[in-house]
């Protein structure tokens, strides 16, 4: 594939999910580089301060509050970067949440939200951004993770909706890159665990505090390989050592794969109450924070 995406510092880039961890490490970064920024996320309050902070420092960027889940607000987010700036270069998909619970004992409510958010999410963005991409040649990046291929107990749906994120994205590619050879690059990031808030953001059925397995990369490693899929093509790009050996474990010896991921069941909680059951589920959670709390606690 001929390298049709330009240089950072001469895009205009699309983050969704953009008031806490990999979406707010992404913006920073690309902002710091000299990309144009158009920051999605339901915090509005949150946005707000992040692009204030933004523009004092001398980037171009604007916000939109939005619920990736809503095909109508996404496209709002598609019309706002180009009445301001008049295209897109870059879409990322990033807006995500999970649940902590067994499958069993999860509500089929909040099993759809989260499908709403992670899977029909990175549809409504994919689907959004296509035409814009298709005009001028770009990137369309979104979040999967190493649970795109591997899974981990008590996130069983958010590991379903990776999986289907990465289908979705993989079927994507294949039309317009391969049968339509339209300029624009389809590229899934697959992360392992990612130090951010987003243990604290789910939805949690547990009787503990639930935490990610150490050991957690830092987000900013996930940030410059999004931007690196902003101006190389790439199909895949799995982020920290855990997630290259997971995924291959999964390919090559699955029911070794299983026996691993089981024993993860019982190092995803804290020994204390749950803070926040309810989580960021059906409601605005980002804090402009990048990286998760309390994390030297084991």
């Known amino acids: 594939m001929s390298n049709f995406l330009k240089p950072i ?3 205009v ?3 969704t999910g953009a008031s806490s961890g990999i979406g707010l490490a992404t913006a920073i970064q690309a902002a710091s580089h000299g990309a144009k920024l158009v920051l999605a996320a339901r915090s509005e309050d949150v946005l707000a301060d ?3 902070e933004l523009v004092a420092a001398g980037a171009e960027a604007i916000y939109v509050a939005a619920d990736v889940a809503e095909r109508d607000q996404v496209e709002r987010i598609a019309e706002a970067a180009i009445s301001r700036f008049g295209r897109i270069d870059t879409w990322v998909n990033d807006a995500g949440v999970s649940i902590y619970g067994r499958l069993e004992e999860v509500d089929e409510e909040d099993s759809r939200r989260l499908f709403d958010t992670n899977f029909w999410g990175i549809v409504n963005g994919s689907l959004a951004a296509l035409p814009h991409l298709r005009a001028n040649g770009g990137a369309l990046i979104n979040l999967g993770s190493e649970v795109s291929d591997a899974v981990v107990p008590l ?3 958010y590991s379903a909706s ?3 994120v990465k289908g979705f994205t993989d079927a994507l590619r294949v039309e317009v890159a391969e049968i339509d050879k339209a300029p624009v690059s389809i590229t899934l990031i697959q992360p392992t665990a990612v130090n951010t808030p987003y243990p604290q953001h789910a939805k949690n059925y547990m009787d503990h505090e639930p935490k990610l397995p150490t050991p957690m990369i830092d987000p900013q490693r996930v940030a410059e390989a999004i931007l690196h899929a902003a101006t190389d093509p790439e199909r895949s790009i799995k982020v920290g ?3 290259k050996l997971n995924t291959t474990m999964e390919k090559l010896f699955p029911a070794l794969a299983e026996k691993m991921s089981a024993k993860q069941a019982g190092r995803q909680q804290y020994a204390e109450p749950p803070r926040n059951p309810e989580g960021g589920l059906y409601r605005p959670s980002g ?3 990048i990286h998760g709390r309390d994390t030297t606690r084991h």
């Open 50 to 52: 992040i692009v204030d």
């Open 9 to 11: 510092d001469e895009q």
């Open 162 to 164: 990776k999986h289907a």
């Open 241 to 243: 050592a855990l997630s």
């Open 155 to 157: 996130q069983g749906m």
């Open 287 to 289: 804090e402009g924070e």
């Open 13 to 15: 880039v699309v983050i």
